[in-house]
């Protein structure tokens, strides 16, 4: 389930490329409309870029804020994998945003279940502590007395 939302940026990006495929086709149609109607074609124009181009463009520009967001998220897990325990400022720098947005990519990170983690507080220093896994009864690694791999 943790992998189904990287297919989310792709998805975005193949609907708004089909739809600025379409509303070019439209806007070519439009044009040679003009040329022997100029109220349908003008017609033909608006159309097609209310209901094609603008949302296309709309739809590419989140797709790719949200790979950017993905990319984030990969650096942050393969950072923290190589360093346990880290201090939110550090990462904000490694990843270059500013420490409530790296809390924000953290949460989003451990919503989809890429990054478990907690938060510590020590001498006024916010830490994040990666866990590779959580083991509770009701997971399948869960070992009574044994809980490591």
């Given at each position: 389930?943790?992998?189904?939302?990287?297919?989310?940026?792709?998805?975005?990006?193949?609907?708004?490329?089909?739809?600025?495929v379409i509303g070019a086709i439209f806007v070519l149609a439009s044009i040679a409309l003009a040329l022997e109607?100029?109220?349908?074609?003008?017609?033909?124009?608006?159309?097609?870029?209310?209901?094609?181009?603008?949302?296309?463009v709309f739809l590419i520009?989140?797709?790719?804020?949200?790979r950017k967001n993905q990319e984030k998220l990969e650096k942050i897990k393969t950072y923290l994998e190589t360093n346990r325990r880290i201090k939110v400022?550090?990462?904000?720098?490694?990843?270059?945003e500013s420490e409530l947005?790296?809390?924000?990519?953290l949460d989003e990170g451990m919503e989809k279940d890429l990054i478990q983690?907690?938060?510590?507080?020590?001498?006024?220093?916010?830490y994040f502590v990666y866990t590779e896994h959580s083991y509770n009864e009701e997971s399948p690694d869960y070992e009574v007395g044994n809980r490591s791999r």
């Open positions: 389930m943790a992998t189904l939302w990287k297919f989310k940026d792709e998805a975005y990006l193949t609907i708004g490329v089909i739809l600025l109607d100029i109220e349908l074609g003008l017609f033909g124009l608006g159309f097609s870029s209310i209901f094609f181009i603008l949302p296309s520009r989140h797709g790719l804020k949200v400022s550090r990462l904000a720098e490694v990843i270059g947005d790296t809390v924000s990519i983690g907690s938060y510590e507080e020590d001498e006024g220093e916010s």
